[in-house]
């Protein structure tokens, strides 16, 4: 298996614009978590999927956030309208059963 | 609100053996403990897991206190290739019965040649 495929692996924008990175799980995973990184706030987990529905969003920190996981090999993670504030390094990161395996991460630049 | 603290920083000669502490006292029962690393920008990788037993496979070995408040990952034989962030996490059992990784701040180990 090629691992956790995200894309784009670098995306920069302007303010104001809609993002959308895009995670591929391992097949077979039932987990899929997307974190977001920054070096003020460390590792955070916005948002996770179990089988392909959203169990717990408490991390998504505004309403311009959104996440969908139409089927078990596809997840989104939107952000809509795009501030400079959201940049940062994302992470989509998958499991079945006890590891974790993450992907390479999508580096946003919001200008 | 992560469940883990560890020293914001640690050096290791090469070829040494790195000693990195987690504190986990508020750890629940059935939570297990994780290990993982960051090298540089990449990904986290998966190092080990315990619950209660001391652990070990090809990349370390996981000791954990009896009262399980407490965890010490050891990395053998440390190279320059360990320099990373090391991140103990107790993966949390939430009241949906699914499971998430809180990650904390790390350990920012530097191996020095």
């Known amino acids: 298996d090629a691992g956790v495929i995200q894309s784009p692996r670098h995306e920069v924008t302007e303010m104001g614009q809609e993002v959308t990175l895009r995670c591929k799980p391992i097949s077979g995973h039932d987990y899929l978590f997307w974190y977001r990184q920054t070096m003020m706030r460390g590792l955070e987990l916005l948002i996770y999927f179990n089988n392909n529905v959203p169990i717990d969003d408490s991390g998504m920190p505004e309403d311009r956030f959104s996440a969908k996981m139409p089927n078990a090999s596809f997840s989104t993670l939107k952000i809509q309208p795009s501030e400079p504030r959201d940049s940062a390094v994302y992470f989509c990161a998958s499991s079945f059963g006890p590891e974790a395996f993450f992907g390479q991460g999508t580096r946003l630049t919001v200008v | 609100d992560a469940k883990t603290t560890q020293p914001t920083s640690m050096d290791c000669a090469e070829g040494r053996a790195a000693n990195l502490p987690c504190n986990h006292s508020?750890?629940?029962?059935?939570?297990?403990v994780y290990w993982y690393r960051q090298i540089h920008s990449q990904g986290p990788q998966y190092i080990i897991h315990?619950?209660?037993n001391n652990e070990t496979n090809e990349m370390a070995s996981l000791i954990i206190t009896e009262d399980r408040k407490s965890s010490t990952l050891i990395l053998p034989h440390a190279t320059l290739r360990d320099t990373a962030v090391y991140y103990c996490?107790?993966?949390?059992?939430?009241?949906?019965?699914?499971?998430?990784?809180?990650f904390g701040t790390g350990t920012r180990l530097k191996v020095l040649a």
């Open positions: 315990g619950l209660k």
């Open positions: 508020t750890i629940s029962g059935n939570e297990y």
């Open positions: 996490i107790v993966r949390v059992r939430t009241t949906s019965g699914t499971y998430k990784y809180i």
